[in-house]
Nanobody, 114 residues
Framework: QVQLVESGGGLVQAGGSLRLSCAASGSIFSISRMSWYRQAPGKERELVAFILNNGYTNYADSVKGRFTISRDGAKNTVYLQMNSLKPEDTAVYYC????????WGQGTQVTVSS
């Protein structure tokens, strides 16, 4: 089992920045990929970014150049630095870990006001 706890969401004005954190615990040795997803009201959950164990990263087109995913192995934590935020980035952001199964955090709300 893997437990994920997100933090760092909040309310920010358009053009501002936020950094989300996702702390993993449990069977972290089994994790091969860490991801951030988001789900806006009335929309399906979408992949925002992921990072593999070898450091490879990938981003949704809508966030390329604005968001950066990174990790701190010593802290078992993955981050999502979000810059130049737009109102359309408003959503609940979820951290996910892929290991023996797919694990999910509880989500953190990000609201960007115009």
């Amino acid at each position: 089992q893997v437990q994920l706890v997100e933090s760092g969401g909040g309310l920010v004005q358009a053009g501002g920045s936020l950094r989300l954190s996702c702390a993993a615990s449990g069977s972290i040795f089994s994790i091969s990929r860490m991801s951030w997803y988001r789900q806006a009201p009335g929309k399906e959950r979408e992949l925002v970014a992921f990072i593999l164990n070898n450091g490879y990263t990938n981003y949704a087109d809508s966030v390329k150049g604005r968001f950066t995913i990174s990790r701190d192995g010593a802290k078992n934590t993955v981050y999502l630095q979000m810059n130049s935020l737009k109102p359309e980035d408003t959503a609940v952001y979820y951290c996910s870990a892929r290991g023996a199964n797919d694990y999910w955090g509880q989500g953190t709300q990000v609201t960007v006001s115009s």
